[in-house]
């Protein structure tokens, strides 16, 4: 049994935003915000820098190993090639079909409704068919 309280140490005080106030929530969000702008800036001043200390020579030479690697079986240096001309394969999942999300969500909340009574020990409101 310490084993399993092992696993979830640190857990116990986190959170879930669906029981956090509106304000709590819009604070962490803003936080986050913040963390990518200054990730996506970095990644951008990693890019210039490497622009202004590679000469193009350089950098040629750079894309030529990178294709050599690619060419002998470096899936990595093949990925790194894709990606940079614009074929990287999107991350996205399309879903389709006809679900109607209102109502199922309605109906998911009058079962637990009627489970909440039930518990309770009242008869759902319909329940009395005599």
Do not use: W
């Amino acid at each position: 049994m310490a084993e399993g309280k092992a696993k979830n140490k640190g857990h116990e005080n986190l959170i879930p935003f669906s029981k956090r106030s509106k304000e709590e929530a819009r604070e962490s969000g803003r936080k986050g915000g913040k963390k990518s702008g200054q990730s996506r800036a970095l990644k951008k001043t990693l890019t210039e820098s490497l622009k202004e200390l590679c000469t193009p020579e350089e950098i040629n030479e750079m894309n030529r190993r990178l294709l050599m690697m690619a060419k002998h079986g470096n899936l990595k240096a093949y990925e790194l090639i894709r990606d940079g001309l614009g074929e990287k394969p999107t991350d996205k999942v399309e879903i389709t079909g006809n679900i109607n999300i209102a109502d199922t969500l309605k109906a998911a909340r009058e079962r637990a409704r009627a489970a909440k009574e039930k518990a309770a020990g009242q008869e759902p409101p319909g329940g009395d068919d005599g």
